[in-house]
């Protein structure tokens, strides 16, 4: 008598999905960007340590230190091809236009159309099958 095996799943030996550039790309940028904001949070402390705070520099030191490390974090999931991404980057947008609002600034058209151009290339990595 033969044992019978059971058939070996066909991907187990393929090599991972390789990425797009577009893909890489957006990793990096996303990377950086998130290091760059948490050390534009840190600056921003030293100088509102230097001249003395006031509630709005305080809101501003601690919101560049969180939205940096949010975006951190999305590059984070954006590099395992995580779809979560794309609601993670609408949910920072909105948070920074919401606090653009809180602050009396108005409405922060910079982080829109960049937020939105971003989301697109989310959306489009999603059809392209590289996020799931």
Known sequence: MTASHPPEPEN?????IERSKAFA???????ASGILGVL???IHLLGAMASGFTPVSAADVIFNII???MIFFCSRVLA???ALVIWLALGCVA???LYSFVLGRGFNYVIATVGALFIWQLFKLKQQGELS
């Open 12 to 16: 187990q030996n393929q090599p991972p």
């Open 25 to 31: 790309s957006l990793v990096t940028i996303l990377t």
């Open 40 to 42: 534009a949070g840190l």
């Open 67 to 69: 939205f940096g490390g």
């Open 80 to 82: 395992r091809g995580k």
């Open 95 to 97: 948070l920074s236009i």
